[in-house]
C-alpha cells in the first residue's frame, strides 16, 4: 500500500517546479527519454489522473487565478473531448495545417512591433490592446505535462494559448465575470470538463447584481455564440493579425456583447 500511495503521489512533486518546452518550440512526437512523449511530459496512471482531478479541480474552483491548477485540472480529466477536437482540427484545412506546424503563441513568437503597426481595429492589433490593457502576457501559460498523447498534448496548448484571443474575439475583460462568460463560450465549444466546470461554479464569488447580469444576458449570449461559431482551434490566428477584429467576428457568427458594463462588475 505505501508503494502505492508513493507512485500515486509522485507527479504532485512536479506541480512546484513547472517543466516543459520553450514557449517557441513546437511540441513533437518525439521520444525524450523512457515513455516520455515530448519535453516536459509526466506520465500518469488512471490512479494518478484521479487524484490529480480532485486535487486541482479543489484548489481551482477555490482560487480560480491558480492557473496552475486550472491547467492540471484539464489535462487530467479532458482527453474524451481533447480526442473530438483534435479530429475537427484534421478534418479542417486550417485546423490540419495548425497541427501540421504546430504554432506557438508567446513573447518570443510574437513580432510586437508589427502588430503595433497594424491598422486600427485589426486582430493583431487589438489583441495587443487586450494584453496591455489587462497587464497580462501570453507566456503565463502552464506547460503541457499530464496528457498522455503528443498531439493530444498540442492541443490544449494551443487551447491554452488562444485563450486571450478570445477574450479578445469576445469583448471580455479578465475579471471574475468576464473569465466566467468566456468560460461559457469554451465550455460550448470545447466540451472540456474543466471549462464547464468554471462556468458552473464560478459565479458563485460574483455579487447579486453581477449574478443577475450574468444569468440574463451574458450566459444566454455566449452559449448561442460558442453553438454558432465554428470551432475556434481551427483559426490560424498568426496568419490573420491584418484582418479587421469586426470582420473576423463576423465569420464566425460572433455577435456584439450585450451592454452592459462588465469590466465595472465583479
Known sequence: ???????????????GCPRGPAADVPLRGV?????????????????????????SAGMALYNPYRHDMVAVLGETTGHCALKVLRDQMRKDPEGAEILRERPRISLSTLDLDKLRSLPEGSLGQEYLRFLDVNRVSPDTRAPTRFVDDEELAYVIQRYREIHDMLHTLLGMPTNILGEIVVKWFEAVQTGLPMCILGALFGPIRLSAQSLRVLVSELIPWAVQNGRRAPCVLNLYYERRWEQPLRALREELGITDPPSVHVRGLA
Open 1 to 15: 500500500m505505501a508503494t502505492l500511495l508513493r507512485s500515486a503521489v509522485r507527479p504532485l512533486r512536479a506541480l
Open 31 to 55: 521520444r525524450h527519454g523512457a515513455g516520455l512523449l515530448y519535453p516536459g511530459h509526466i506520465p500518469t496512471s488512471p490512479l494518478q489522473k484521479a487524484l490529480l482531478a480532485a486535487g
